[in-house]
């Protein structure tokens, strides 16, 4: 059985940092792309990172470059975002998915507010 399983999450002020863990297992998680989705209040769900099976190549959706950095680690089999200088509209429930979307974790949620 794959289980992806999210941390992380909470409340954090305007401009606060926020580092969000996935712990895959049931998976080769080596030979897999990661991915970081979130799906904010009233709102479908958006792409927001991937990193791909070495972690030497990462995308990011615009609105999140340059504050949000993914990473993993396949010696533990865990997918990492490391979020910076966050904006209320950060706010979400944040996922981490694999194998193209067909394994889902339970979901963080991030609240960015004063």
């Known amino acids: 059985e794959v289980l992806l399983v999210e941390s992380g999450g909470g409340l954090v002020q305007p401009g606060g940092t926020l580092r969000l863990s996935c712990a895959a297992s049931?998976?080769?998680?080596?030979?897999?792309?990661m991915f970081w989705v979130r799906q904010s209040p009233g709102k479908g769900l958006k792409w927001v990172s991937s990193?791909?099976?070495?972690?030497?190549?990462?995308s990011y959706t615009d609105s999140v470059k340059g504050r949000f950095t993914i990473s993993r680690d396949n010696a533990e089999n865990a997918v990492y975002l490391q979020m910076n200088s966050l904006k209320p509209e950060d706010t979400a429930v944040y996922y981490c998915?694999?194998?193209?979307?067909?394994?889902w974790g339970q979901g963080t949620q991030v609240t960015v507010s004063s």
């Open positions: 998915l694999a194998g193209g979307g067909a394994y």
């Open positions: 049931g998976l080769t998680f080596s030979n897999r792309w």
């Open positions: 990193i791909n099976s070495g972690g030497d190549t990462t």
